[in-house]
């Protein structure tokens, strides 16, 4: 034991090292600007109408996925004090009231896109009622949306913009009067060596420089501020952490059930200060103990077949056993990061994660570092040993670099491809935002530069408005993996999690199909590698209950590997609606990757659009509009959405009643019955775990220090 403490104090020394190494020439680079964040945006120069008066946030993570819902109130500062009507001036752009408005105002509030989500519920409150939101093209949402302006009745849209963010515009709010809001989104929750997370986006990535430009925004929520997370795993969990929220009340109720609780509320002692800033993420981790077995989880949707819906729709995620077998030679090892101006809020993120990730590497490694912004440098002399000197050295340097102009992403990337040893293994490690503005910027460029190179690309996705779909693309086309970063992350945590997924074999080609069972539109599409520590997690339309294979094929060191799990589907299970959403959202996601891949096809713009419009889902095309309730008939704007929100609904509540259930199948088959991949626990595990927390808090105050 007395020889296991003193190897991981060695390891902290190594690591306090290199983080005073990077973090003791910040100063050179503190012209960082100030962090965007989630808010009410009015056009620069202009002074808000509106105050975000409360918002309240409640997540509820059970079977596979989780839902978040968000209420808001926006009111006028002098809500108390209501003055005199007047006629109602518009800026240029209509998006905002004029501070000279009288008689109305509009809000408009905006928050990064979730990873994985989308918009399935909008609903605003008219004259006291609630009134749900339906999915309409985008441009006749905008269209609609201004004649219910100009006439003066209520309306409200939220849009998205590309992945960058959604869009929440409300018209027409009377001076003295609040308006109140609600969003509800779903996204399937993965977990990764034994450790769940789930982030509530609000720091604003800075990548949309147009809008940065003519909008400012307020940030603040004045009154009262909530945030509530429910936790239920079919799993035990032994440890849960927000580590961003240092005032986050956790309780645990049992090892399957926790809850966690931030409420903040105006100080009545300074009402000049706000009760919360929406300015940082807020990350949620769980971790499940080491030992916890491999599993493959079934969750279902079909009604009764004497309903006339004949078709289910089913969510399965495997968790195999880890049969892996670590690497031991030596690779080589290029960082790609990126230096533009997008990078400036997160520069600070990038050089804790990289300077410490170093340390990561053995001594037989060799690794070099390449720049880019409008142009391309390397910031080593080619590959240098991975010694300890020397990656002190490149710490020192990256520290010293001041984040500026745009984004080449391509001739990043090409540097990185270039010189590499034929002899040796080697990889890419790509840090960046991904917003190419510099250069080429089609993704089917991109995806052909990696087709003729045999090389697997890794990527941190840096902050929320991150060209995700680009950079997850690529690392999915070379075999890779993309792993996207909060500013609020353990990046001590995300450094584990990579590691262990290069330090060990991978399954690569991996496919999927269905013995015994009729199970079609299966997404994703195509899934390529699965790494240590990764689930596998697809959906699919199914017709007729019974049982079955998954069968799960792949190839390891080069040789083939075969799964063959026993499933069983139900004939009619109407517990989990929202299952229809999330494979829509996924086949979703498919069409505009490949939009992003071969150019605009107005087929697959449309398949889009009657995805969306059928499953009720804010997307590039759609927006989900509310109108006053005797206006939906004039514009033939069919209320579907109101009827599967009463259906979700309703399923929600029978599942609060019936607690955790079990969705797992096939639990004694070899391939699951030994334990899944773990950053370990436990003995000596668990010194490490608290040396790479103690690590990230000493970097992190290091930082803050300088920076203060």
């Known amino acids: 034991m007395k020889s296991i403490i003193c190897s991981i104090k060695k390891l902290a020394s190594r690591y306090i090292a290199v983080a005073t190494a990077a973090t003791a020439s910040l100063g050179s680079m503190v012209s960082i600007l100030p962090v965007q964040a989630a808010g009410l945006l009015t056009p ?223 100080n009545t002692a300074a009402p000049q200060q706000p009760a919360f800033k929406l300015n940082e993420d807020i990350v949620f981790y769980w971790r499940l103990p080491e030992g916890t077995p491999g599993s493959l989880n079934v969750v279902a949707y079909k009604p009764e077949p004497t309903s006339g819906h004949k078709m289910g729709t089913v969510m399965m995620t495997l968790t195999p056993a880890d049969d892996l077998k670590p690497i031991v030679e030596g690779t080589d090892w290029t960082l790609v990061l990126d230096i533009s101006g997008s990078m400036k809020g997160k520069f600070q993120t990038l050089v804790e994660g990289v300077s410490q990730g170093l340390s990561k590497f053995k001594p037989q490694d060799r690794v070099r570092i390449i720049l880019f912004n409008n142009g391309v440098q390397p910031l080593s002399r080619g590959y240098v040993q991975a010694t300890p000197e020397n990656l002190i050295e490149l710490a020192n340097k990256l520290s010293n670099i001041t984040p500026s102009g745009g984004t080449n992403l391509m001739a990043g990337i090409r540097m990185g491809l270039d010189d590499m040893d034929e002899d040796r293994t080697s990889a890419i490690w790509l840090v960046t935002d991904g917003v190419a503005n510099v250069g080429e910027t089609n993704q089917r460029a991109f995806l052909k530069l990696l087709k003729d190179h045999d090389i697997r690309l890794f990527t941190f996705i840096m902050g929320n408005g991150a060209n995700k779909p680009l950079l997850q693309a690529l690392s999915k086309a070379s075999n890779g993996f993309a792993l996207a970063v909060s500013n609020a992350d353990d990046i001590l945590g995300k450094l584990e999690m990579a590691a262990s997924k290069v330090s060990y074999e991978a399954l690569h080609d991996v496919k999927v199909k269905f013995k015994g069972l009729k199970v079609r539109d299966v997404q994703p599409s195509t899934i390529g590698s699965l790494y240590r520590g990764q689930q596998l997690q697809i959906f699919g339309h199914y017709w007729k209950g019974g049982e079955g294979e998954l069968v799960v094929t792949g190839k390891r060191s080069g040789q083939d590997i075969e799964y063959r799990l026993p499933i069983t589907l139900p004939e009619a299970d109407i517990r989990y609606p929202e299952l229809e959403r999330l494979w829509a959202f996924a086949e979703i996601q498919t069409q505009l990757d490949d939009q992003r891949t071969y150019g605009d096809s107005d087929d697959r713009r449309d398949a889009v659009v009657d995805l969306a419009k059928t499953y009720g889902l804010v997307t590039p095309y759609t927006s989900m509009l509310v109108l006053e309730q005797s206006q939906f008939q004039r514009y033939g704007i069919e209320q579907k959405n109101a009827v599967r929100i009463e259906q979700e609904v309703n399923a929600q509540t029978k599942r609060k009643d019936q607690g955790i259930q079990n969705h797992q199948q096939a639990s004694s088959h070899s391939a699951l019955s030994g334990s899944r991949s773990s950053l370990g626990s436990g003995g000596s595990a668990d010194w490490k775990w608290l040396v790479l927390l103690a690590m990230g808090l000493y970097s992190r105050r290091k930082l803050k220090k300088v920076m203060s």
């Not at 105050?51 to 059970?62: F, G, L, W, Y």
């Not at 990764?192 to 940030?219: I, N």
């Open 44 to 266: 620069a120069g202009t002074q808000t109408p509106l105050e975000i008066r409360t918002q309240s946030v409640n997540v509820r993570i059970q079977d596979g996925f989780a839902m978040t819902t968000v209420e808001q109130v926006f009111a006028h500062p002098s809500i108390h004090q209501p003055e005199e009507p007047s006629q109602a001036s518009q800026t240029s752009h209509g998006e905002q009231g004029s501070l000279d408005s009288k008689t109305a105002y509009d809000a408009h509030y905006q928050f990064p896109v979730p990873e994985k989500a989308s918009v399935s519920q909008f609903t605003y409150w008219i004259d006291g009622q609630p009134i749900h939101g339906e999915v309409v093209e985008k441009e006749k949402a905008k269209e609609i949306y201004q004649q219910e302006k100009q006439a003066g009745r209520k309306v409200a849209v939220t849009e998205q913009e590309s992945f960058l963010h959604f869009d929440i515009k409300v018209a027409q709010i009377p001076a003295g009067q609040d308006a109140r809001i609600k969003l509800v989104y779903y996204q399937p929750i993965e977990i990764d060596h034994g450790v769940g997370r789930y982030v509530y986006p609000l720091e604003e990535g800075g990548t949309d420089s147009e809008q940065s430009a003519f909008w400012t925004r307020k940030s603040e929520v004045q009154q009262q501020f909530s945030f509530h997370l429910e936790l239920l795993s079919g799993h035990p969990v032994d440890a849960v952490r927000v580590p961003n929220v240092p005032q986050a009340l956790i309780q645990q109720f049992t090892s399957q059930h926790w809850q966690v609780s931030l409420d903040s509320q105006v």
